[in-house]
T-cell receptor
Framework: AQSVTQLDSQVPVFEEAPVELRCNYS??????LFWYVQYPNQGLQLLLK??????LVKSINGFEAEFNKSQTSFHLRKPSVHISDTAEYFC????????????FGTGTRLQVTL | NAGVTQTPKFQVLKTGQSMTLQCAQD?????MSWYRQDPGMGLRLIHY???????DQGEVPNGYNVSRSTTEDFPLRLLSAAPSQTSVYFC?????????????FGNGTRLTVT
């Protein structure tokens, strides 16, 4: 069985400040890790993913996440946030071979203000 | 380029009523799935299908039925609605268990059961 923990339900931050959204996972086998973003009244969109190889993965809009196997973490970071980054962010895990069957965390609401 | 289309967007039911949530995708994806999203609980997998004629249960299948007669459509049926089924429902699809292909989500159906 696998599980995902997102300890922060809400993270308020000022525009242009850095942010880190925390994600820890539990699994007895190797995993794939994902971050999805949900804007208001929309479905989820893939932000970035770790499958294998380099432990640091990046998105096209400036987010990055680092897979840390020893700490079973996959925290999401951005050095300078924008108002448009306001959304809910979900961390998810799956197992190789069943990559479509995701287990999601409870989500973190990122609120960016001026 | 429609992607994943869910209908209706909103629905109010009385306890005991039945209804079908529709999901259609035009990307020729083999894998389709239904999630429910509840505050503080993230997304939980209800049912999924790896191809036409094949369905299986997810984490929270009770009270829901699915069928997959075509590649494009994956309807979710509530046989006798209960207040506990008040939630936002998301349909998602991807190519068959391909980790290189992310889940594509619809915009959701917000269901209220009174």
């Amino acid at each position: 069985a696998q599980s995902v923990t997102q300890l922060d339900s809400q993270v308020p931050v000022f525009e242009e400040a850095p942010v880190e959204l925390r994600c820890n996972y539990s699994s007895s086998v190797s995993v794939y890790l994902f971050w999805y973003v949900q804007y208001p009244n929309q479905g989820l969109q893939l932000l970035l993913k770790y499958l294998s190889g380099s432990t640091l993965v990046k998105s096209i809009n400036g987010f990055e996440a680092e897979f840390n196997k020893s700490q079973t973490s996959f925290h999401l970071r951005k050095p300078s946030v924008h108002i448009s980054d306001t959304a809910e962010y979900f961390c998810a895990v799956s197992q190789p071979g069943t990559a479509s069957k995701l287990t999601f965390g409870t989500g973190t609401r990122l609120q960016v203000t001026l | 380029n429609a992607g994943v289309t869910q209908t209706p967007k909103f629905q109010v039911l009385k306890t005991g009523q039945s209804m079908t949530l529709q999901c259609a995708q035009d990307m020729n994806h083999e894998y389709m799935s239904w999630y429910r999203q509840d505050p503080g609980m993230g997304l939980r997998l209800i049912h999924y299908s790896v191809g036409a004629g094949i369905t299986d249960q997810g984490e929270v299948p009770n009270g829901y039925n699915v069928s997959r007669s075509t590649t494009e459509d994956f309807p979710l049926r509530l046989l006798s609605a209960a207040p506990s089924q008040t939630s936002v429902y998301f349909c998602a699809s991807t190519r068959q268990s391909s980790y290189n292909s992310p889940l594509h989500f619809g915009n959701g159906t917000r269901l209220t059961v009174t």
